[in-house]
């Protein structure tokens, strides 16, 4: 059975500092990694899709990274800002069902 | 295009009480998913499906049946609801559940508060 753990569960930074979010999972066998960033009380807005052939990917400030044989996945913020603060949430795709982990918890200050 | 909507946005129910949570998707999607999201964690699958008139047990099925009538509706009901049952519910679709481009797209939620 898949499980994906994240660490650490919350985290508190000062604005324009760089962070790393870090994912990890007990079965390589992964179709893709993806990392979303869910709001308080909303939905998850998917931010980055690493497929299983893929290392990493970047959209703007964020850096998602792959490493398969390790199972482990890192979110890479750079910059952060107040409007950073969020729940970040990593998901592993094995073929017939996305397993979740618990979660991140970011808090970016002014 | 609206994405993925859910009705009701919230509802309280009373135990023993049944309901019908509705999950709608306009993006011509083959699969939708329910899951629940319990405070500090994850979500977890409660049940699929993979086309119209399929359906699946996922990770927590227990206590709820689901239906898919429609391709663009997926219907997830609670018989008699119970306590344990409180929780934020995510509805999600996907064009295609095994290709490793495929990401899903979330509904915003529906809470529920068993009483």
């Known amino acids: 059975k898949q499980e994906v753990t994240q660490i650490p569960a919350a985290l508190s930074v000062p604005e324009g500092e760089n962070l790393v979010l870090n994912c990890s999972f007990t079965?390589?066998?992964?179709?893709?990694l993806q990392w979303f960033r869910q709001d308080p009380g909303k939905g998850l807005t998917s931010l980055l899709l690493?497929?299983?052939?893929?290392r990493e990917q970047t959209s703007g400030r964020l850096n998602a990274s792959l490493d398969k044989s390790s199972g482990r996945s890192t979110l890479y913020i750079a910059a952060s800002q107040p409007g950073d603060s969020a729940t970040y949430l990593c998901?592993?795709?094995?073929?017939?069902?996305?397993?979740f982990g618990d979660g991140t918890t970011l808090t970016v200050k002014p | 295009n609206a994405g993925v909507t859910q009705t009701p946005k919230f509802r309280v129910l009373k135990t023993g009480q049944s309901m019908t949570l509705l999950c709608a998707q306009d993006?011509?999607?083959?699969?939708m998913y329910w899951y629940r999201q319990d405070p500090g964690m994850g979500l977890r699958l409660i049940h699929y499906?993979?086309?119209?008139?399929?359906?699946a047990k996922g990770e927590v099925p227990d206590g709820y049946n689901v239906s898919r009538l429609k391709k663009q509706n997926f219907l997830l009901g609670l018989e008699s609801a119970a306590p344990s049952q409180t929780s934020v519910y995510f509805c999600?679709?996907?064009?295609?559940?095994?290709?490793?481009?495929?990401?899903?797209?979330f509904g915003p939620g529906t809470r529920l508060l068993v009483l």
């Open positions: 999600a679709s996907s064009s295609n559940q095994d290709r490793p481009a495929e990401t899903q797209y």
């Open positions: 079965d390589s066998a992964i179709y893709n």
């Open positions: 690493i497929q299983s052939s893929q």
């Open positions: 998901a592993v795709r094995d073929g017939g069902k996305s397993t």
């Open positions: 993006m011509n999607h083959e699969y």
């Open positions: 499906s993979v086309g119209e008139g399929t359906t």
